[in-house]
């Protein structure tokens, strides 16, 4: 018997209408004029973002990360946390950190010396991947290509923490989506990390050339 693919579904008129309000009227009124010109300026983008925010992850992705059991669900016990990314400069985006709960440290060498684009605006699934055992950043990487899925960059990472301030108090969070060569320690790859002790909320970097142990956690998005 022939097998054919089930066509895709759509919501109908009405229906779309009543969502298209109820998106109008959550829309929040204290947007930043700047960033509400750039939205403005690039509908496409904002239409990215809707789309990624109003759409779970790609199935096959979730259920591949699932089924490989690294998807650690122990952070508010969700699958995928959603993060919207702004357009924020390194200076906007240090500042909404430190501000974003309780006490902060960042090391300064993130703060003058990371490598830092503003991003697009744009909405992200981000899964955090716990591996539960000692592993390399290369190792890491491989694992994550499996998967279908990326690493978070230095901007994403610290939005994240921005949005998410408890989460690195439970483990290390580590962006290996950007790479920072320290010269001053010979010439050492380091990655960003969000972590915490007793007295404050950190924006750290750890050395490539160390094995990530069970405390560290990688955020990841769709490729």
């Not at 699932?66 to 990314?85: K, M, N, Q, T």
């Not at 539960?132 to 998967?147: C, H, N, P, T």
């Not at 909320?201 to 560290?216: G, P, Q």
């Amino acid at each position: 018997m022939e097998k054919h693919e089930k066509a895709p579904q759509f919501i109908g008129v009405p229906q779309f209408a009543e969502l298209a309000a109820c998106v109008l009227k959550q829309l929040p009124r204290d947007i930043d004029p700047n960033i509400a010109q750039g939205w403005i300026k690039n509908p496409k983008a904002l239409g990215k973002a809707l789309q990624n925010a109003l759409c779970p992850p790609p199935p096959s992705v979730l259920e591949r990360v699932r089924a490989s059991g690294y998807l650690d669900v122990s952070f508010d016990g969700e699958e995928v946390h959603p993060l919207a990314i702004r357009s924020l400069t390194k200076e906007q985006a240090l500042d909404e950190y430190r501000k974003s709960g309780g006490r902060t440290w960042i090391w300064d060498e993130l703060g003058e010396n990371m490598p830092y684009s503003v991003p697009e605006p744009r909405g992200l699934n981000v899964m955090i991947l716990s591996f539960g055992r000692d592993i390399g950043s290369d190792e890491a990487f491989v694992e994550m290509d499996k998967l279908d899925v990326r690493p978070l960059t230095y901007e994403e990472l610290v939005q994240y923490g921005i949005l998410y301030p408890k989460h690195q108090k439970k483990k290390i969070l580590v962006g290996l989506g950007t790479i920072h060569i320290l010269h001053a320690l010979f010439g050492s790859p380091h990655a960003p990390v969000l972590n915490a002790d007793d007295d404050a909320r950190n924006l750290d970097a750890s050395s490539l050339k160390l094995t990530f142990h069970d405390r560290h956690s990688f955020l990841v998005v769709p490729k």
